[in-house]
């Protein structure tokens, strides 16, 4: 017997009864799902593969926004011994990606617990924080991807409520990528940071409005910062090592209008000793001259 991992569904599929009979036949074999290209989907019958597939996997793109977020919030399903509390999002899900969705508002959607991969890439979420971001209970998520947003605002923090705080839970978040967007402010990722970022080591913040750096919190490895405008570590008096973790491997600072990258790498590499990877590609090998007015 062939066992089924991936199915993809294209333009103009229509999933109704006769469709999830024919599914039967897989039982839990089938572990990768993807939805695509505006198909006429009717949210209501895929409730039932609940308990008839195991997907691990989700993936769903281009769709109205506005009804996907309806469909993945929703906590009604029309068969109660089916019923989930994250909606279409299946208790065992492991991997989601909702790229390319145009989703702006993340709000309504609580994640499931068992997510390890999150992709929320391509879409145009603006901000993000404890009200519009429901982070909490994800304990198992090792990567998420928000690239490509057009975040101005990343503030999460460890006070759920008035008297509730959450710095007790083991967060398991290894890499973020958040590069592709607008953010200018980096207090998120520093050493006090929010409890989800303790044991992140791999960061990446290319193409962003970057400026200032904070101290970063000592399990990050890897940390990418190409395209940001990252004056201040010109400044002779910069401290490599208070900034950056001293077991950093990876450092990238191509294109960030640097001067001096020569004195730059050689107090990197005095603040990092493990370094095996630094990128100064795009930025001046000499000292910024300034030039004063003649009189």
């Avoid at 294209?10 to 695509?36: A, C, G, M, P």
């Avoid at 600072?253 to 100064?280: D, F, M, V």
Wanted: aromatic share 12%.
């Amino acid at each position: 017997m062939v066992f089924v991992k991936k199915f993809n569904f294209f333009s103009q599929v229509l999933i109704n009864k006769f469709f999830i009979e024919y599914f039967k036949v897989f039982e839990d074999r089938l572990n990768w799902f993807t939805i695509k290209d505006h198909v006429d989907v009717h949210f209501d019958n895929l409730y039932s593969f609940n308990h008839l597939i195991n997907i691990e996997n989700l993936q769903l793109h281009m769709f109205n926004s506005k009804k996907l977020i309806q469909h993945l919030s929703s906590t009604v399903v029309p068969d109660p011994m089916t019923a989930s509390s994250f909606g279409l999002l299946y208790s065992n899900l492991k991997s989601l990606d909702l790229s390319y969705n145009t989703l702006n508002d993340l709000t309504s959607i609580k994640f499931p617990s068992s997510l390890e991969y999150l992709n929320l890439s391509n879409n145009n979420i603006i901000n993000l924080n404890n009200s519009t971001f429901n982070w909490k209970n994800l304990t198992n998520l090792k990567y998420l991807n928000l690239s490509n947003n057009t975040l101005v605002s990343f503030n999460l923090f460890n006070t759920i409520s008035s008297n509730e705080f959450i710095e007790k839970e083991e967060y398991n978040l290894q890499k973020i990528d958040l590069s592709g967007n607008n953010l200018i402010n980096l207090n998120f990722l520093s050493s006090k940071a929010c409890v989800l970022f303790k044991n992140l080591t791999t960061i990446d913040l290319s193409r962003n409005l970057i400026s200032d750096l904070v101290k970063f919190t000592g399990s990050l490895r890897s940390i990418n910062l190409t395209g940001n405008y990252l004056d201040e570590l010109n400044e002779s008096h910069f401290d490599f090592s208070y900034y950056f973790p001293s077991n950093m491997t990876e450092i990238n600072l191509s294109y960030c209008k640097l001067h001096n990258t020569n004195q730059i790498e050689s107090e990197l590499i005095k603040a990092c000793p493990g370094l095996t990877k630094l990128n100064l590609e795009g930025n001046s090998k000499l000292p910024k001259i300034e030039v004063t007015p003649s009189a």
